[in-house]
DNA sequence: ATGGATGATTGCTA
DNA sequence: TAGCAATCATCCAT
C-alpha cells in the first residue's frame, strides 16, 4: 500500500493530469515530502502526456507500447481510485432513483387503456364501458365501440413502433458508448464501474424520452375518450323496439306517465337501456307532450289502437276477461 | 345543407 | 331527490 501511496504522489507531482485527478490535497502534501519518484512512473506519465502533441499514427503506437507496460495495471488501478474519490463521488449521486410517480401514473393509464398491456384485455373493457355509459342499441354500439377500438389500437401500434424505435436506439446508442469507453479504457483511467454508471445516465436521459412519448400517448387517448365517451357526442336514437315500448307504456298511462322505480327498471331492461335513459325518455316525453298535444295526437291514437287490440288479444286467450288497461285520452295531469 | 326530432345535461323548484 | 323547463348536441329525412 505503501508503495501505491507513493506513486500516487508522484503522477500528481508531474503537473500534467487534470485537476480532477489529483485534487486530493493530501496526496499533493504527500508528494512533497517523499522526495525523487522512482524513475519509472515519471517516464510512463510523461508519455502519457505526451500523447495529445502526437500524430494518431505515432499516439497508436504509444498507447500500445503504454498498454503492455508492466507497471500499466498499477497505474490503471490508482488513477481509478482517484478519479472514483473525486469526480465520480460528486457527479453519481443519485444512484438508484426511485420510481417516478408520474412515470408509474402513466404507466397504470396506458395498462387500464389497454395501450401498453397485452393485445385485447383492458381496451375493450373501456370500449365496453363507452356502449355502456352510452346506453344505445346493441347495433348502434358496436357501430362505435369498433370504431373506437380501431382508433385505439392505431395509437396503439404507434406507441409501439415508438418504443420499439426508442428502445434500439437506446441499446445502440448504450453499446456505442459502452465500446467507446471500452477502448479508451486502455489509455485513460476508466473502471467498469465508471462505464456502468454512464450506461446508467444514458437510460435515465432514453427514459425521460419514454416518458414524453408516454405522455402524448395518454393524452392521445384522453382525446380519444372524450371523444367517443362524451355522452351526448355519441348520442342514438333508441331503436325502434325500445321507442315502441316507451310509447306503449307513455299512453297507456297518459293520465299518470310516470312510471314507478321497479316499472323503469323493467322498461330499462325491455328497451335494453338505461334506468336514467328511462327516466331522461320520459322525462322528455312528458314536457313534449304537454306542449303540443296536437301535434302527437295521431301517435296517441296510434298507440290506443295497439294497446286495445293487444288487450283484446290477451282477453280473448284468456278464459276469463279481466279489466284490460283502458287507454287513455285525457291530459297529463301533473304530479305534484 | 337544413330543420325538425330526439337523447342528454343543467339549473331550478317543491 | 324527482321532475320540470330550457338548452345543448347530435341524428336523420328531406
Same mark, same amino acid.
Given at each position: 500500500m /505503501?508503495? $501505491?501511496?507513493?506513486? *500516487?504522489?508522484? @503522477?500528481?507531482?508531474?503537473?500534467?493530469?487534470?485537476?480532477?485527478d489529483v485534487s486530493d490535497p493530501d496526496s499533493v502534501r504527500k508528494q512533497q515530502s517523499l522526495g525523487q519518484p522512482p524513475q519509472d512512473i515519471?517516464?510512463?506519465?510523461?508519455q502519457i502526456m505526451a500523447i495529445t502533441d502526437e500524430s494518431l499514427d505515432e499516439a497508436q503506437a504509444r498507447k500500445h507500447a503504454l498498454n503492455c507496460h508492466r507497471m500499466k495495471p498499477a497505474l490503471f488501478s490508482v488513477l481509478c481510485e482517484i478519479k472514483e474519490k473525486t469526480v465520480l463521488s460528486i457527479r453519481g449521486v443519485q444512484e438508484e432513483d426511485p420510481? /417516478?410517480? $408520474?412515470?408509474?401514473? *402513466?404507466?397504470? @393509464?396506458l395498462l387500464a387503456e389497454g395501450v401498453s398491456g397485452p393485445e385485447k384485455g383492458g381496451g375493450s373493457a373501456a370500449a365496453a364501458a363507452a356502449a355502456a355509459a352510452a346506453g344505445g342499441s346493441p347495433n348502434d354500439g358496436s357501430i362505435e365501440h369498433s370504431d373506437y377500438?380501431?382508433?385505439l389500437a392505431q395509437i396503439r401500434q404507434i406507441y409501439h413502433s415508438e418504443l420499439e424505435k426508442y428502445e434500439q436506439a437506446c441499446s445502440e446508442f448504450t453499446n456505442h458508448v459502452m465500446n467507446l469507453l471500452r477502448e479508451q479504457s486502455r489509455t485513460r483511467p476508466i473502471s467498469p464501474k465508471e462505464i456502468e454508471r454512464m450506461v446508467a445516465i444514458i437510460h435515465r436521459k432514453f427514459s425521460s424520452i419514454q416518458m414524453q412519448l408516454k405522455q402524448s400517448t395518454c393524452e392521445a387517448v384522453m382525446i380519444l375518450r372524450s371523444r367517443f365517451l362524451d355522452a351526448r357526442r355519441k348520442r342514438r336514437n333508441f331503436n325502434k323496439q325500445a321507442t315502441e315500448v316507451l310509447n306503449e307504456y307513455f299512453y297507456s298511462h297518459l293520465s299518470n306517465p310516470y312510471p314507478s322505480e321497479e316499472a323503469k327498471e323493467e322498461?330499462?331492461?325491455?328497451?335494453a337501456i338505461t334506468v336514467s335513459q328511462v327516466s331522461n325518455w320520459f322525462g322528455n316525453k312528458r314536457i313534449r307532450?304537454?306542449?303540443?298535444i296536437g301535434k302527437f295526437q295521431e301517435e296517441a291514437n296510434l298507440y290506443a289502437v295497439k294497446t286495445a287490440v293487444d288487450a283484446a288479444n290477451v282477453s280473448a286467450q284468456a278464459s276469463q276477461a279481466n279489466s284490460p288497461a283502458t287507454p287513455n285520452s285525457g291530459k297529463v295531469h301533473r304530479k305534484t
Open positions: /505503501d508503495d $501505491q501511496t507513493r506513486m *500516487l504522489a508522484s @503522477m500528481a507531482g508531474l503537473g500534467g493530469l487534470s485537476q480532477a515519471g517516464d510512463i506519465l510523461q420510481p /417516478d410517480p $408520474q412515470i408509474m401514473r *402513466l404507466d397504470n @393509464m377500438r380501431a382508433k322498461l330499462a331492461k325491455k328497451c307532450y304537454k306542449k303540443n
